[in-house]
């Protein structure tokens, strides 16, 4: 069965400093993965994805295939970067993501 | 606001009772997914549609759950006979159906408190 796990519930970084949310999967298909963010008392929504090799708002996430990882990465984290991350595994079929468990990020001023 | 739209926002009842609650998705999305969410985890996945044929339900959609969208367009959830253990936030998103993973846009979510 697929899973995803996000090691760490809370990661706290000081303005500027670099920060990488750490995201593995387990899944015995092909995966298709994701990164979506929460806001305060915003909805969910998508931050980018690994098959569209972009960066939005500064952020990357390279999957390994190797490693089974799929880690979130900004070089200088910025205030506004605060919320709730979610890795999630889609499958090919389109039926469903397996989400995280999250880790809430704080940018320290 | 175009985007998925999910009623009530809250809903507080007695363990027993029975509830529905509403999801509107994007007007030219074909899929309509419901999650639940409880404190401290991700979503979890619980049934989703394509058009108006329910395609696949996770086994944490116990006998007392059931979903419709009957038109293929909005949806509907409703819990029979709630348990505290029923007490989460139910989420909904739609996406449109493609060969790759389309994103998934979500609404706000409903808050349930089973007392």
């Known amino acids: 069965a697929q899973r995803v796990t996000q090691p760490e519930k809370l990661l706290s970084v000081f303005k500027g400093a670099p920060v990488e949310l750490k995201c593995n999967y387990s899944?015995?298909?092909?995966?298709?993965l994701f990164w979506y963010v929460q806001y305060s008392r915003q909805r969910l929504q998508l931050l980018l994805r690994h098959i569209s090799r972009e960066s939005i708002k500064g952020f990357t996430a390279d999957l390994n295939k190797g490693e089974t990882s799929f880690h979130l990465k900004k070089p200088f984290a910025q205030e506004e970067d605060s919320a709730m991350y979610y890795c999630?595994?889609?499958?090919?079929?389109?039926?469903?993501?397996?989400f995280g468990e999250g880790t809430q990020l704080t940018v320290n001023p | 606001d175009t985007g998925v739209s999910q009623n009530p926002r809250h809903k507080i009842t007695k363990r027993g009772q029975n509830v529905t609650f509403r999801c509107d998705p994007i007007s030219e999305h074909n899929r309509l997914y419901w999650y639940r969410q409880t404190l401290g985890q991700g979503p979890e996945f619980l049934t989703y549609f394509q058009n108006e044929a329910q395609l696949e339900k996770s086994r944490l959609l116990s006998d007392r759950f059931s979903a419709e969208r009957p038109k293929g367009s909005f949806s509907t959830l409703e819990i029979q006979r709630t348990e505290q253990g029923d007490s989460a936030m139910y989420l909904c998103?739609?996406?449109?159906?493609?060969?790759?993973?389309?994103?998934?846009?979500f609404g706000q979510g409903t808050r349930l408190t089973v007392v």
């Open positions: 999630a595994l889609g499958e090919t079929s389109g039926s469903r993501l397996t």
């Open positions: 899944y015995s298909g092909s995966p298709e």
């Open positions: 998103a739609s996406s449109l159906s493609g060969f790759f993973y389309a994103e998934a846009f």
